[in-house]
């Protein structure tokens, strides 16, 4: 019973690289998400897709990308890393019917650019 | 500007006893309040929620509370148990069909045996 695995556990880049962080969820569930969460802070919005073929900016996009690949999938996108999204990065999806479901997270990925 | 708050970063209290966690809120389009608990190294898990229609929601050892009035809300761990030890997540829905979370920073709870 995986619920939403996260691809890699760990991470280090330099600056300017890039990388690609992933994300599958194998309970058929409609809308997925990316978070980051940062020392003293709560999780906070970058990226949603409500369904397979769409995707929308939440409260922190700029610096990334994201791609719903199908139903199971939805990848997270650094172009060109910057020290300052150092960070841990949650992937969440929910079945997306009706308030009362609620998001499923992954176990996160830390990500340190040097 | 911070919607949801979470003024307590810390909580300790002797298992067996009650643990009161708050939440205070600003945006008044606020439709739906969830409670998630988080271990180290792990993700965060849905421990409970409640509708802005009610006043309190229960499950098991855990209730939430809710008042409106006040943009406040509070989850009662009653009794506590050393495994409750987590950091705490209160998250709000803004109104609407589009279902994003706004969450507060978390409160970290430590139950003593």
């Known amino acids: 019973n995986a619920g939403v695995t996260q691809t890699p556990k760990f991470q280090v880049l330099k600056t300017g690289q890039s990388m690609t962080l992933q994300c599958a969820q194998d309970?058929?569930?409609?809308?997925m998400y990316w978070y980051r969460q940062d020392p003293g802070m709560g999780l906070r919005l970058i990226y949603y897709s409500a369904s397979e073929g769409t995707t929308d900016k939440g409260e922190v996009p700029n610096g990334y990308n994201v791609s719903r690949l199908n139903k199971r999938e939805f990848s997270l996108r650094l172009e060109s890393a910057a020290p300052s999204q150092t960070s841990v990065y949650f992937c969440?999806?929910?079945?997306?019917?009706?308030?009362?479901?609620?998001?499923?997270f992954g176990d996160g990925t830390r990500l340190s650019i040097l | 500007d911070q919607q949801v708050k979470q003024n307590s970063p810390s909580l300790s209290v002797q298992e067996g006893r009650i643990s009161i966690l708050n939440c205070d809120y600003t945006?008044?389009?606020?439709?739906?309040f969830l409670w998630y608990k988080k271990y180290p190294a792990e993700g965060p898990t849905f421990l409970i929620s409640i509708s802005s229609i009610k006043d309190k929601n229960e499950d098991g050892r855990f209730t939430v509370f809710l008042n409106k009035s006040a943009k406040h809300l509070s989850l009662h761990i009653v009794p506590s148990q050393p495994g409750d030890s987590a950091v705490y997540f209160c998250?709000?829905?803004?109104?609407?069909?589009?279902?994003?979370?706004?969450f507060g920073k978390g409160t970290l709870l430590t139950v003593n045996p």
């Open positions: 969440a999806s929910r079945e997306g019917s009706g308030a009362s479901q609620p998001q499923h």
């Open positions: 998250a709000a829905k803004g109104g609407g069909s589009n279902y994003k979370l706004t």
């Open positions: 309970m058929n569930h409609n809308s």
């Open positions: 945006n008044s389009m606020f439709d739906y």
